[in-house]
């Protein structure tokens, strides 16, 4: 691309620079699995999560503007405007699950909500909580109560936010239990434009941003099972691999299984059939 110079680099993303207002977010097909990057790709996961996001930031930019400009014929690209990033990630959590499980069996609270007694790992929670984390460079994501978060980007803008996530994660979440997945959590991530208006950014409500779970196999008390990513965690189990750098590569029935899944939640979530996405990325966001 001779036209942007990269600029960042994520676990499973790239991004340019187009100009000095646009960005181009780059979806490539790698998964990670135990926060592992592994050496094989599962082939259009990219084109999924590009096109779902999509579809999100148009179905929510009533509730706030997002930094969508375009997507790519590629169906994996989309230029977006240039925001100065707030340097928290906002976490909505209506589950118990991952980190807020486990900081909840160790404390009974959650980034500073106090929950009730005697929940179990991935029970609904009574209501949805905004659970703000730091953006870690390197390893996990911490954690932070409203009053560290509140130091990074002001009470003001914290509120805001707050009140922003937990609108489109109740939005996001009603419309993917009407077609079967739970949307259990959620990572999104906020910044500023050129006014100091708030902009929806990076990527929203896709599988690596969330946890999806299919609606049907839910049960509290363990750990259900991903929507897409569970033959990975299944057969990376069956190994007895160690979790550690360098991950194991994938055989053809878990890369094919996992490629269904993936457009399986894009299909159940847009609506729209995933070869006419490949045609034409517009026809999510139209
Ligand atoms: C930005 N990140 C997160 C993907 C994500 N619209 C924007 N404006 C300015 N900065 C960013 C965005 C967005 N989205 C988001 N980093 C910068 C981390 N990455 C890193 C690599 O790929």
Request: glycine share 8%; hydrophobic share 40%; charged share 25%.
């Amino acid at each position: 691309m001779p036209e942007a110079t990269h600029v960042a680099s994520g676990k499973v993303r790239e991004l340019y620079a187009l100009d000095p207002d646009r960005l181009l977010l780059v979806a490539s097909d790698r998964i990670s699995t135990f926060d592992v990057v592994l050496p094989t790709e599962i082939p259009d996961k990219g084109r999924v999560l590009t096109g779902l996001s999509a579809f999100w930031f148009a179905r929510t930019s009533s509730v706030v503007p997002n930094h969508l400009l375009a997507l790519r014929p590629d169906g994996r690209s989309t230029e977006c405007r240039r925001l100065e990033m707030l340097p928290i990630e906002c976490v909505i959590r209506g589950y118990l699950s991952g980190s807020g499980w486990k900081d909840y069996r160790a404390t009974g609270a959650v980034c500073g909500h106090r929950l009730p007694e005697g929940l179990i790992e991935s029970q609904r929670l009574p209501e949805p909580i905004f659970t703000p984390a730091t953006k870690a460079q390197t390893g996990h994501d911490e954690n932070i109560d409203r009053e560290t978060a509140a130091g990074l980007v002001g009470a003001d803008r914290l509120a805001q936010a707050e009140r922003i996530a937990l609108a489109l994660y109740a939005h996001a979440a009603a419309h993917a239990l009407e077609h079967g997945i739970i949307l259990a959590d959620t990572k999104l991530e906020f910044g500023l434009d050129e006014e100091g208006t708030l902009v929806l950014g990076d990527e929203a409500f896709t599988p690596d941003s969330s946890r999806f779970w299919p609606a049907d196999e839910y049960a509290p008390g363990g750990t259900p099972p991903s929507f897409d990513k569970q033959f990975v965690r299944d057969y990376c189990e069956s190994l007895g691999w160690d979790k550690t750098a360098p991950g194991p590569e994938l055989p053809d029935d878990v890369v094919e299984g996992t490629r269904a899944r993936y457009v399986e939640a894009f299909e159940r979530l847009t609506g729209v059939a995933f070869d006419d996405y490949l045609e034409n990325p517009d026809v999510v966001v139209g």
